[in-house]
Structure formats: C-alpha cells, structure tokens
C-alpha cells in the first residue's frame, strides 16, 4: 500500500487555461504550453490525500446505488408494488446511469473537473435526501428520483478515475486505480447493511434514505478542501479505463507516432470484425445482466424462501425483517474483494504457460457461477444455510472476471482504438445487461404468479423460475468466453501490428 505515495520530489504542474475555462484536457494541438510551478510541502502526501478522498467519494457513490435492494422488501409494501414495476426501480437507475456517463466524460475533458465532481455529489445527494420525504401516493416521482440519483454517479464515476490517473505514474497508476476501485463491492455491500441497519435500528426505512446525504456532505466538504482546483493531464493520449476498475498497459507515450487517423465509423467497423472484442463484450454482458438481477433480488428471493420454509413470519409490520440484506451485503464485501485479486492472480500465473488462459478462466468461473447459482436456487426451498453458501460461491467467480475481461480488450485492441472500444463495451453491457435484468425477472414472476393462486408459495416460486434465467444466461456468458479463446490469439497478434 506504501508504493503509490512514495515522495518523488517534484511539483505540480499547473496548465494554464485553454479557451477560457478549459480545465480538462491538454490543448488539442501539439504545442507546448507555459507552466506555472505551484510548491507544496509534500506532493505524495497531498497525493494521497486526494485519493484518500475520492475514495471516500466512490464508497458513498456506490452506497446510494445499493441502498434501494438493502430495503426492497419495505419499498414494495410501501408503494404497493408488484415485481415488474419494483425491479423498474434499479433498470431506471441504470439507464439515467449508462446515457449521463458520456456526457460527463466530454465535460471532464473540456471544463473543471474538481467542480463537476462537487456539483454531482450535491446533486444526488440532495435528491437521495429528497427521496425520504416522498408519500406512498407518488410512486413515480420515487422513480424518478432514482433516476436522477444515477445521473449523479454518472459524474463521479467517469471522472474520479482521470484525476487519479494524473496524479501517478504508469507504474503505480495501476495499483492506486485498483484500490479505487475495490470500493465497489465494498461500497456496493455497505449499501444493503446501512439501509437494512438503518430499517431496522429506526422502524422506518426512509432512514436509510437520510444518512447517505451526511456522508455525501462529508465527502463535499473534503473535495473542497484537499483536492487541487487544478489537475495537470500527465499525457495527451486517452487512458483505457474500464467498468472494472483495471487500467491497462496502452502506448501512453505523447511522442510516439501513431496510425493515419480514422473515422469514428471505421473504428466502429473495425471493432464489429474483431472476434475476441465482439465475443468477449457479450460475455462481459451476460456477467452484467446476472450481477443486476442478483444485486436487485436475491435478499427479497432470501426472505420469500425463509417465509416458505417457517422460519421467518410473513411481513404485515411497516418495518420488514431486513437480515438477509445485511447477510448479502457481507457476501457481496468479501467476495468482490476476493474474486478480483484472485483473478487478477490467477490470470497472471497462468498466461505464462497458456496464451488462451484469460477467456478460459473467464469461461470456466462463468459456468461454475452459474451451477451455483442454478443450486442455490433449487436448495433455496429446503436449506436456506445452503442458498447462502452456493450464492456466495457464485458472486465469487462472477467477481474473477472483472479484471480479466478488460485485460483482453486492451491486447486484442490497438491502442488508437481502446477508448471507442471500451464506450462500446460499457454501453452494451448496460443496455443488454443490468440495465433491463432486475426489470425482467421481476415481470417474468409477475407472469408467473399471475396464472396460479395467489399464496405464499407461489410468490416463492415464481421468483425462483424467474432467477432461473439468470443462470441460463450465465452459461451463455461462459460459451461466449470460449469462443473468445478461438480467436484471442490472432486478435492479439493483429492489434500489435496495427
């Protein structure tokens, strides 16, 4: 942890203004540009404050995207809500979410990025605290809020990381970008236990709704005060940043000679021919679809299948019984953190004695997620020690690929082509994954529950059929990274001669 702040005794740049307000990126020409020195007492120590501070930032962005399943059960009494328009809440999310990023992203480019930063923080924190005050009566005002709440994280999510980037060289810009980013699971888990917490401690789950804008206030306030107005950019070239979190290793190098430029069209073009590219953003679609269906769902699936098997009481009180988000919060902390060094790990080792050994270990974790998935779903009846064991096993070798599937795009992807590839892969993976999966199982069990009698059991089990879908998916997930392994070596051997 000590490398990415070692002191290199050397000051911070500061760009002059490009246009007015033009903050974000280098000039778009060639020039060099005069610099103005600012000193500082300890440039790794300020460093490392500020990641220390976007951090925070990050695990409080990815608190209010999960707070909504940590409470779902509550929600869905409060509204009144049947399973289709319940899981509308997170795909409206998403949505907002997935069109709001590139917006940000040609912001952080051109303006501020320390303003835009703070002025998404207080947006969506100000409407997550708005969202506690909404009355059973205006269901689609709470919708809409969710959906503004995902612009918010847009901002953060696709700037955060450019700033960090800049601050650290190539060597250790890898690791300070992969503890940023460990704050997902940890953020995403943090979410269920504070708003069950919450839930529980108060009797009133709005609650949940009114401690994340402190903690957002908090985070304000930091940014404010220990992140520099101005960042100088390190390098002119773009920088693959992914879902994942992971950074990899594109000629970065401002003086090196690059490729006659080309059309946004033709890279587009280009990217559709690249096998390894197409099979592996569909396999990486496949993990999205099932990660949001079971982020959305499964403590409520937990709590029907509990209810089934007497071990809780059915749920007539204002306040639901809110264990299970807690129980699936802690799974979704320790095998995030878990699954992505182990696959980082794992992906290292073995590609020294398989060049295939990426889209392999991404297609056999996909499979085994998906048996486990498949019996955690048919044991959810009978044991529920047992659902918990095989959900936790299946959210383990979901979490190994993150970082392995952005390690192939960036090798079977020339460089020039990385950040269209990368927007492409987002875009996808949202749209066909968990942006719309909690909105089709929930309307999946709604069709279920409709063509049989109302009862307790069948609330169950419709939502068990319903889930089925997100294991079948996964095998699909699994034959895309195979055929990715067909084709990774010849991609990879393409995109270095380009």
């Not at 021919?273 to 769902?297: D, E, I, P, R």
């Not at 403590?299 to 098997?309: E, I, M, S």
């Given at each position: 942890m000590q490398a990415p702040c070692e002191n290199e005794d050397t000051s911070l740049l500061l760009q002059p203004l490009l246009e007015g307000e033009n903050y974000g990126a280098a000039a778009a020409d060639g020039t060099q540009c005069p610099s103005v020195s600012v000193s500082r007492n300890n440039p790794a120590k300020r460093d490392c404050l500020v990641v220390a501070v976007l951090c925070f930032g990050n695990l409080v962005n990815f608190i209010d995207w999960f707070i909504v399943p940590g409470i779902l059960l509550d929600i869905q009494k409060y509204f009144r809500l049947s399973d289709g328009k319940t899981g509308l809440l997170q795909t409206v999310f998403t949505l907002c979410y997935m069109l709001a990023a590139p917006i940000f992203g040609y912001l952080g480019d051109r303006y501020n990025r320390k303003i835009i930063l703070g002025a998404g923080i207080f947006f969506w924190s100000g409407v997550t605290l708005g969202s506690s005050f909404i009355t059973e009566s205006h269901y689609r005002i709470f919708v809409l809020s969710r959906g503004l709440v995902g612009i918010g994280s847009a901002s953060y999510s696709t700037i955060a990381p450019t700033i960090i980037a800049d601050l650290f060289e190539e060597g250790r810009r890898t690791t300070v970008l992969s503890i940023f980013y460990i704050f997902i699971p940890v953020g995403s888990g943090c979410g269920y236990m504070l708003a069950a917490g919450m839930a529980k401690s108060t009797g009133d789950w709005h609650w949940a709704f009114r401690v994340t804008p402190c903690m957002g206030g908090l985070a304000l306030l930091l940014l404010i005060l220990l992140v520099p107005h101005k960042i100088q950019r390190k390098t002119a070239a773009h920088r693959a940043l992914s879902i994942s979190g992971m950074i990899g290793g594109a000629d970065e190098k401002p003086d090196v000679h690059r490729a006659t430029k080309t059309t946004w069209c033709q890279d587009v073009g280009s990217l559709v021919?690249?096998?390894?590219?197409?099979?592996?953003?569909?396999?990486?679609?496949?993990?999205?679809?099932?990660?949001?269906?079971?982020?959305?769902?499964?403590?409520?699936?937990?709590?029907?299948?509990?209810?089934?098997?007497?071990?809780?009481?059915?749920?007539?009180?204002?306040?639901?019984?809110?264990?299970?988000?807690?129980?699936?919060?802690?799974?979704?902390?320790?095998?995030?953190?878990?699954?992505?060094?182990?696959?980082?790990?794992?992906?290292?080792?073995?590609?020294?004695?398989?060049?295939?050994?990426?889209?392999?270990?991404?297609?056999?974790?996909?499979?085994?997620?998906?048996?486990?998935?498949?019996?955690?779903?048919?044991?959810?009846?009978?044991?529920?020690?047992?659902?918990?064991?095989?959900?936790?096993?299946?959210?383990?070798?979901?979490?190994?690929?993150?970082?392995?599937?952005?390690?192939?795009?960036?090798?079977?992807?020339?460089?020039?082509?990385?950040?269209?590839?990368?927007?492409?892969?987002?875009?996808?993976?949202?749209?066909?994954?968990?942006?719309?999966?909690?909105?089709?199982?929930?309307?999946?069990?709604?069709?279920?529950?409709?063509?049989?009698?109302?009862?307790?059991?069948?609330?169950?089990?419709?939502?068990?059929?319903?889930?089925?879908?997100?294991?079948?998916?996964?095998?699909?997930?699994?034959?895309?990274?195979?055929?990715?392994?067909?084709?990774v070596e010849e991609d990879r051997k393409e995109a270095q001669r380009l």
């Open positions: 021919k690249n096998c390894s590219f197409v099979c592996s953003s569909l396999g990486l679609t496949a993990m999205a679809f099932v990660t949001g269906a079971l982020g959305m769902w499964m403590p409520l699936f937990l709590y029907r299948a509990q209810v089934v098997q007497g071990l809780v009481p059915p749920c007539l009180q204002d306040s639901c019984n809110s264990s299970n988000s807690l129980i699936f919060g802690g799974i979704t902390i320790g095998t995030g953190i878990v699954g992505i060094i182990a696959g980082a790990e794992a992906a290292r080792r073995l590609r020294k004695i398989n060049n295939k050994a990426d889209p392999l270990i991404c297609a056999s974790s996909m499979f085994i997620s998906a048996l486990c998935l498949y019996i955690a779903l048919m044991v959810a009846q009978t044991n529920i020690l047992s659902t918990f064991i095989f959900i936790a096993f299946g959210e383990l070798f979901l979490s190994v690929n993150w970082a392995v599937v952005t390690d192939i795009l960036l090798y079977v992807v020339t460089p020039r082509r990385q950040s269209t590839a990368i927007a492409l892969q987002i875009l996808v993976s949202h749209l066909l994954g968990d942006a719309g999966s909690p909105y089709l199982v929930g309307v999946i069990s709604n069709a279920i529950q409709a063509r049989n009698s109302p009862s307790l059991q069948w609330s169950f089990q419709s939502m068990q059929y319903s889930f089925v879908t997100c294991a079948f998916v996964g095998v699909f997930g699994g034959g895309f990274f195979l055929l990715t392994s067909l084709y």
